[in-house]
C-alpha cells in the first residue's frame, strides 16, 4: 500500500515503541509529538540547539529547564503518570488537570531495554546534527 505521511509515521513509531516499552499509549498525550508537519507553519520555529562550548554548567541551568515552556507542558503530565512530584514553582495545574493516572507494565517485551533504547536515539540524534 501507499507509504503513510510523515506525521502519521511518526505517531506510529511512536506509539508502537512506547507501547512495547509498557507505557498505556491510550493515556498518554501525544498531540505536541504527533502532530508531523500538519502544524509547523502555525508553530513558532524553535532555533537550532547551538553546540555547547564547555563541558562546565551554571547554577541556573536546572532551574532554566524547571521553567521553560517545554516542561510546563510535557512534565506536569509526565510526573503526574510516573506517580513523581512536580517541582515547578507557580505553575497552576488547574485542579486535576484531566489527567487520568496510568502504570507502566514492566512484564512489557521492551520495557528492560528503555535505557538503551533512549541511549541509541539520543546518539542518533547527536550523529544527525
Known amino acids: 500500500g501507499p507509504c503513510p505521511a510523515p506525521g502519521k509515521e511518526w505517531d506510529m513509531f511512536c506509539r508502537t515503541l512506547l507501547g512495547l516499552a509498557g507505557y498505556q499509549v491510550d493515556l498518554l ?3 505536541t509529538t ?3 508537519d ?3 507553519s502555525s508553530q513558532p520555529s524553535i532555533p537550532a540547539k547551538k553546540c555547547r562550548q564547555s563541558d562546565g554548567g551554571c547554577d541556573g541551568d536546572w532551574q ?3 521553567v521553560s515552556a517545554h516542561h510546563r507542558e510535557v512534565g ?3 510526573s503526574r503518570l510516573l506517580g ?3 517541582p515547578v514553582p507557580g ?5 486535576d488537570g484531566g489527567v487520568v493516572g496510568g502504570e507502566v507494565n514492566s512484564s512489557a517485551p521492551l520495557f528492560p531495554y528503555i535505557p538503551a533504547i533512549l541511549w541509541s536515539l539520543h546518539l542518533t540524534y547527536e550523529e544527525s546534527k
Do not use: P
Open 29 to 31: 498525550d501525544l498531540s
Open 34 to 36: 504527533s502532530q508531523g
Open 38 to 40: 500538519t502544524s509547523t
Open 64 to 66: 532554566q529547564i524547571l
Open 76 to 78: 506536569d503530565k509526565l
Open 84 to 86: 513523581l512530584e512536580h
Open 91 to 95: 505553575v497552576n495545574t488547574g485542579g
